[in-house]
T-cell receptor
Framework: EAQVTQNPRYLITVTGKKLTVTCSQNMNHEYMSWYRQDPGLGLRQIYYSMNVEVTDKGDVPEGYKVSRKEKRNFPLILESPSPNQTSLYFC????????????FGPGTRLTVT | GQQLNQSPQSMFIQEGEDVSMNCTSSSIFNTWLWYKQDPGEGPVLLIALYKAGELTSNGRLTAQFGITRKDSFLNISASIPSDVGIYFCAGQLRYNNNDMRFGAGTRLTVKP
């Protein structure tokens, strides 16, 4: 089954404790991206990757890192999480050339206390 | 970054009624998209619009790309309970560039 998977689905952590949210897709897509979703703000793009070893900042990259060492994986790293990073995070992937046809993962709800 | 103004924020309707929601922006978009998000899941693409004036249907859903390229609307006809969810508009500012903006969403509730 074609899908985007994220882990973990839920995470409660404390300020400053490094964490990684994994994202994997099995559709051989070249584009991958990370969004955060906050009430009243819709989806805002954090980082995106157009191919292996190619990443770019989105709308709200501060406090986040990403890496794209393999086509299928695009982990999101929070080196020192803060409470304002409490949010619902979505990973998405899309075929080359049509980045708007994005397939979204199920989401990761992160709470930073 | 440039966000989209989506309205209404929420709608409560009776099963069988038609629904209309829209998105506007001060910027010009090359692509308009409409997504639906069910509780606990990620958004799913419903309709993609590629040129000004385009009117596209997907079952009971109809969406149009505004002629000024700064707005779009989505209509749902004869609503059913499974239409419940959050509907998002999204726009691609530059063609072939992963530069997308999302509206804040319209939460739709359908009463049987």
């Amino acid at each position: 089954e074609a899908q985007v998977t994220q882990n973990p689905r839920y995470l409660i952590t404390v300020t400053g404790k490094k964490l990684t949210v994994t994202c994997s897709q099995n559709m051989n897509h070249e584009y991958m991206s990370w969004y955060r979703q906050d009430p009243g703000l819709g989806l805002r793009q954090i980082y995106y990757s157009m191919n292996v070893e190619v990443t770019d900042k989105g709308d709200v990259p501060e406090g986040y890192k990403v890496s794209r060492k393999e086509k299928r994986n695009f982990p999101l790293i929070l080196e020192s999480p803060s409470p304002n990073q409490t949010s619902l995070y979505f990973c998405a992937s899309s075929p080359r050339g049509i980045p708007y046809e994005q397939y979204f993962g199920p989401g990761t709800r992160l709470t930073v206390t | 970054g440039q966000q989209l103004n989506q309205s209404p924020q929420s709608m409560f309707i009776q099963e069988g009624e038609d629904v209309s929601m829209n998105c506007t922006s001060s910027s010009i978009f090359n692509t308009w998209l409409w997504y639906k998000q069910d509780p606990g899941e990620g958004p799913v693409l419903l309709i993609a619009l590629y040129k000004a004036g385009e009117l596209t249907s997907n079952g009971r859903l109809t969406a149009q790309f505004g002629i000024t390229r700064k707005d779009s609307f989505l209509n749902i006809s004869a609503s059913i309970p499974s239409d419940v969810g959050i509907y998002f508009c999204a726009g691609q500012l530059r063609y072939n560039n992963n530069d997308m903006r999302f509206g804040a969403g319209t939460r739709l509730t359908v009463k049987p």
